[in-house]
Every structure is written in structure tokens, then in C-alpha cells.
């Protein structure tokens, strides 16, 4: 019935966590801890976003971001270029892809977001854990690429507005909001895109 939206985060995260992951010579399992007490329903994500933090960012790297998402659209060729050491897939589409042969033998870059659940009334009751995986090889993070081409009709993708599910679902694992984030979409799949300095930092799947 309360609006109020109190968020604690804890961690090793989202304070300089791009530069602390670069510092590391390899990526074994990373934890992203979200510690959210919600007297909100979930459903209500507008208030949840109102509430969410919002690191500054300019407009011209977001253009930048939405400019190098549409040149991997035309020519997945392109991809390799947005690659820095490491990039992180989703809880979703991790999910889908994980038994794929491409996938499946890959050991190292395990990540845990412990994300808040919410009960049949949308009120948040505990924290779970969803599991990710950090691609640390360039020739694994042009294989998922191969993979959206052959299966989510890269070629038709377009960029879109971010809605409040997109949003809500990158808050979700990492407690704010921070730009650029890019949505495309097709007739087979949703995808968000959150690029760092230039490079793909985390790619989800949000809708098929």
C-alpha cells in the first residue's frame, strides 16, 4: 500500500565494477549481490523505476551505442569490435543457450545475480539466485552472435525504445540504471544491450 521503495546494495559491484573485472587477469565466478527490500508490487514498475539510481551519461555515448548496435545488425562482422576481455550474458538468455554445443563446455566466467522475488501479490518475499556467464573468449562471444543471427533473425532486428520491462529487468540485476542501454527487437526475439566505454558489457534476452 506504501510507495516506498528502499534499496541496499552490497557488494563489490557497481562501484567501479567495470574497471575491477578489467583488472583481473581471469574471471572465474563473479558474484553480483542485490540486497532490495520492496514494499511495492512488482507489477508497479514505474514507481520502482522512479526510485531506481540513474548514473549521469551523455547523449552523444548513447547515439554512439545505438550507432555500433545498428552496424551489428547490418554486419555481424562487425561484433568482434565491442569485445574487451570479457561480456556478460544474461540469466535468460543464458538459460536458453547453455546446452548448446558452443556452450556447454564452458567452465570459467560463472556469475550469480541474487535477484528479488516477489509472491503471488506482487510484494517482494526473498532473493534468488539466477545464473549468468561472463564470456571471456572472443571466439565464444562470436559464437553467441552466430547464434542471435541463426536464431533470433539478427538481419530484421531494430533498435526501440526501452520500456518499463526492459528497464525493470536491468534493475533487477543490478539495482540501477545505467546508460547506454540499447533494446532491438524482431518478430523472434527482444534483446537489451548495455555497452561500457565503447564495449558490450551485457547482453539479455527480455521477450521471445
Same mark, same amino acid.
Given at each position: 500500500m506504501t510507495n516506498l521503495v528502499v534499496s541496499f546494495t552490497v557488494l563489490i559491484l557497481l562501484i567501479n565494477y567495470y574497471m575491477y573485472f578489467r583488472s583481473l587477469p581471469g574471471i572465474c565466478t &563473479? &558474484?553480483?549481490i542485490i540486497f532490495s527490500a520492496v514494499a511495492v508490487h512488482s507489477q508497479d514498475t514505474t514507481v520502482i523505476l522512479d526510485k531506481a539510481p540513474r548514473?549521469? /551519461?551523455s547523449e552523444n555515448e548513447v547515439q554512439a551505442a545505438v550507432d555500433v548496435? +545498428?552496424?551489428t545488425i547490418k554486419? &555481424?562482422?562487425t561484433a568482434g569490435t565491442l569485445f574487451d576481455k570479457f561480456m556478460i550474458v544474461g540469466p535468460r538468455l543464458w538459460n536458453k543457450i547453455k546446452? #548448446?554445443?558452443d556452450f556447454k563446455? &564452458? #567452465?570459467e566466467g560463472n556469475v550469480? /545475480? +541474487?535477484?528479488p522475488r516477489f509472491d503471488a501479490s506482487g510484494k517482494w518475499t526473498s532473493k534468488e539466485d539466477v545464473k549468468g556467464k561472463a564470456l571471456q573468449d572472443r571466439v565464444h562471444y562470436l559464437k553467441l552472435w552466430t547464434y542471435i543471427k541463426q536464431n533470433f533473425?539478427? #538481419?530484421e532486428m531494430q533498435v526501440v525504445d526501452k520500456n518499463n520491462k526492459d528497464k525493470f529487468i536491468y534493475w533487477l540485476y543490478f539495482a540501477k540504471i545505467e546508460e547506454p542501454v540499447i533494446a532491438v527487437q524482431s518478430d523472434k526475439a527482444r534483446l537489451m544491450l548495455s555497452y561500457t566505454k565503447g564495449k558490450l558489457f551485457f547482453i539479455e534476452l527480455t521477450s521471445e
Open positions: &563473479i &558474484i553480483l548514473l549521469p /551519461f548496435t +545498428k552496424q554486419n &555481424i562482422n546446452n #548448446e554445443n563446455n &564452458i #567452465e550469480t /545475480f +541474487k535477484v533473425n539478427l #538481419e
